[in-house]
């Protein structure tokens, strides 16, 4: 190494949720953590547009937390950028990349065509982010790793993957360069999860990067979620109505299927359709039988819990069912309303008062889904205004994110005083609370950087 002295770059998730990017210059060596989409406000997608503040060419690897967009969605432009390198992570990891890349890059295609046909984009032509030409590009330089093994990468530094609940493939990265150890949280599972086992926890961390999503906030117990489905379920059917519920196709729209399987095969809920509306939400059900070790559902779980569901993966017979006035369960990408399949039906059925719209996951600032949790009364789908009357609710006991508390305790294994403590992935007030979390109950200094910062590790 030239020095001692370690350059990181926030080139996203700092400041605010989500677009995970973190580049740690060595001086010989350059290595990304993360290397995700913005999502949400306006200001943050147009990021993706433009070209990162980084000589990308000069990138030598990639290491990826976990599979989700806001984690590995910039991947492609990366790619176009002139980044050559090997990509990083898990098997399942890197099996849940390429679903969520290739359905990523459909979708802005289908919404470029779109827009070019019915002419609502400020753009002539408009044009997908990337297309499926370049995630076909940017998939050969995936690598799998195992998980718990010290992986050497250069000369005096090394990596480890460890399990961390969340979704299927993902871990928290140990980097060790020249014997000082950097940890990336990634993002936290949760400590009881119905599909998951519990996240491990770090024992050293000189310099800890600690996602800080639901700081200062806490979740009840998923169990505790049951019976308000349940009452849910059958007050939007008893009335004739239809609950759909947008959910991000990994994990959550599996944790989803299980919990109204479980709810029917216990009589609790009336037999109506039920319906998955998910290609990419569909190859993750074929990935959780392949992943027997990463989760708790016996195969002959997955096939009954399968059978009583419609999984759909034709956008034409999406098309049919979005008019269908029968009630019925649906289950749909994406979860925040960024895109997919839900924003079909709500073209079709937000105007119906007696449909009900569930929320089960994090709505991020400036998402369709965080809007209308904060009272909006329209819905914008493919450039036009919707009215929005149907009921909505919200539990958060489903997150797939540790809340305060789980944070909290993912810490406490760490024998030793950290040099220095991040806090990212977070907006302003859930990273001041985590801040104020840190240093009451362990005493450390953790700081909040901002996006685009260079933090200098000595």
Same mark, same amino acid.
């Given at each position: 190494?030239?020095?001692?002295?370690?350059?990181?770059?926030?080139?996203?998730?700092?400041?605010?949720?989500?677009?995970?990017?973190?580049?740690?210059?060595?001086?010989?060596?350059?290595?990304?953590?993360?290397?995700?989409?913005?999502?949400?406000?306006?200001?943050?997608?147009?990021?993706?547009?433009?070209?990162?503040?980084?000589?990308?060419?000069?990138?030598?690897?990639?290491?990826?937390?976990?599979?989700?967009?806001?984690?590995?969605?910039?991947?492609?432009?990366?790619?176009?950028?002139?980044?050559?390198?090997?990509?990083y992570g898990t098997n399942p990891?890197?099996?849940?990349?390429?679903?969520?890349?290739?359905?990523?890059?459909?979708?802005?295609?289908?919404?470029?065509?779109?827009?070019?046909?019915?002419?609502?984009?400020?753009?002539?032509?408009?044009?997908?982010?990337?297309?499926?030409?370049?995630?076909?590009?940017?998939?050969?330089?995936?690598?799998?790793?195992?998980?718990?093994?010290?992986?050497?990468?250069?000369?005096?530094?090394?990596?480890?993957?460890?399990?961390?609940?969340?979704?299927?493939?993902?871990?928290?990265?140990?980097?060790?360069?020249?014997?000082?150890?950097?940890?990336?949280?990634?993002?936290?599972?949760?400590?009881?999860?119905?599909?998951?086992?519990?996240?491990?926890?770090?024992?050293?961390?000189?310099?800890?990067?600690?996602?800080?999503?639901?700081?200062?906030?806490?979740?009840?117990?998923?169990? *505790?979620?049951?019976?308000?489905?349940?009452? #849910?379920?059958? &007050?939007?059917?008893? @009335?004739?109505?239809?609950?759909? %519920? $947008?959910?991000?196709?990994?994990?959550?729209?599996?944790?989803?299927?299980?919990?109204?399987?479980?709810?029917?095969?216990?009589?609790?809920?009336?037999?109506?359709?039920?319906?998955?509306?998910?290609?990419?939400?569909?190859?993750?059900?074929?990935?959780?039988?392949?992943?027997?070790?990463?989760?708790?559902?016996?195969?002959?779980?997955?096939?009954?819990?399968?059978?009583?569901?419609?999984?759909?993966?034709?956008?034409?017979?999406?098309?049919?069912?979005?008019?269908?006035?029968?009630?019925?369960?649906?289950?749909?990408?994406?979860?925040?309303?960024?895109?997919?399949?839900?924003?079909?039906?709500?073209?079709?059925?937000?105007?119906?008062?007696?449909?009900?719209?569930?929320?089960?996951?994090?709505?991020? *600032?400036?998402?369709?889904?965080?809007?209308? #949790?904060?009272? &909006?009364?329209?819905? @914008?789908?493919?450039?036009?205004? %919707? $009215?929005?009357?149907?009921?909505?609710?919200?539990?958060?006991?489903?997150?797939?994110?540790?809340?305060?508390?789980?944070?909290?305790?993912?810490?406490?294994?760490?024998?030793?005083?950290?040099?220095?403590?991040?806090?990212?992935?977070?907006e302003k007030e859930s990273a001041?609370?985590?801040?104020?979390?840190?240093?009451?109950?362990?005493?450390?200094?953790?700081?909040?950087?901002?996006?685009?910062?260079?933090?200098?590790?000595?």
């Amino acid at each position: 190494m030239k020095n001692n002295k370690i350059n990181v770059h926030f080139l996203g998730a700092a400041g605010t949720v989500t677009g995970s990017k973190y580049l740690v210059d060595t001086g010989d060596k350059k290595i990304l953590i993360d290397c995700g989409l913005f999502q949400g406000l306006k200001e943050l997608r147009l990021k993706n547009w433009e070209y990162l503040p980084v000589k990308v060419s000069e990138i030598d690897m990639v290491l990826l937390t976990h599979g989700h967009l806001d984690h590995t969605g910039y991947l492609p432009r990366l790619v176009k950028q002139g980044f050559n390198g090997p990509i990083y992570g898990t098997n399942p990891t890197l099996d849940i990349a390429k679903i969520i890349l290739n359905d990523s890059a459909k979708i802005q295609e289908q919404e470029a065509e779109r827009a070019n046909k019915e002419g609502y984009s400020k753009h002539n032509p408009a044009e997908p982010l990337y297309d499926l030409k370049d995630v076909e590009k940017t998939i050969p330089h995936f690598k799998g790793v195992p998980q718990a093994q010290w992986i050497p990468l250069f000369d005096g530094i090394r990596a480890r993957f460890q399990y961390n609940g969340h979704i299927l493939g993902a871990t928290y990265i140990e980097l060790d360069v020249n014997g000082k150890r950097f940890v990336f949280s990634g993002d936290v599972g949760r400590t009881n999860d119905l599909l998951l086992y519990p996240p491990l926890k770090p024992k050293k961390a000189d310099v800890l990067f600690i996602e800080s999503t639901y700081g200062g906030r806490f979740h009840p117990d998923e169990v *505790e979620a049951l019976p308000q489905i349940e009452k #849910l379920v059958n &007050d939007t059917i008893n @009335k004739g109505g239809s609950l759909f %519920v $947008p959910s991000f196709s990994v994990e959550r729209a599996q944790l989803m299927m299980l919990i109204f399987w479980k709810l029917l095969k216990e009589k609790k809920i009336p037999k109506v359709q039920m319906i998955m509306d998910s290609p990419m939400g569909a190859s993750v059900l074929e990935l959780f039988h392949r992943t027997r070790d990463w989760h708790r559902l016996e195969g002959n779980e997955c096939d009954e819990m399968c059978s009583h569901f419609t999984v759909v993966s034709s956008y034409r017979e999406t098309m049919e069912l979005r008019t269908d006035k029968k009630p019925k369960i649906v289950i749909a990408g994406s979860g925040m309303l960024t895109g997919g399949r839900m924003l079909n039906y709500l073209e079709t059925q937000a105007q119906n008062p007696i449909n009900t719209l569930l929320f089960v996951g994090y709505q991020a *600032e400036g998402t369709r889904g965080r809007k209308l #949790l904060e009272g &909006d009364k329209k819905l @914008k789908v493919y450039g036009k205004w %919707v $009215p929005f009357d149907m009921e909505i609710a919200e539990i958060q006991g489903l997150s797939a994110h540790a809340d305060h508390t789980e944070l909290m305790d993912w810490m406490s294994k760490i024998k030793n005083k950290p040099e220095r403590i991040f806090i990212v992935h977070g907006e302003k007030e859930s990273a001041e609370a985590l801040q104020k979390g840190i240093k009451e109950t362990y005493d450390w200094d953790a700081e909040i950087p901002q996006l685009y910062s260079i933090e200098e590790i000595k």
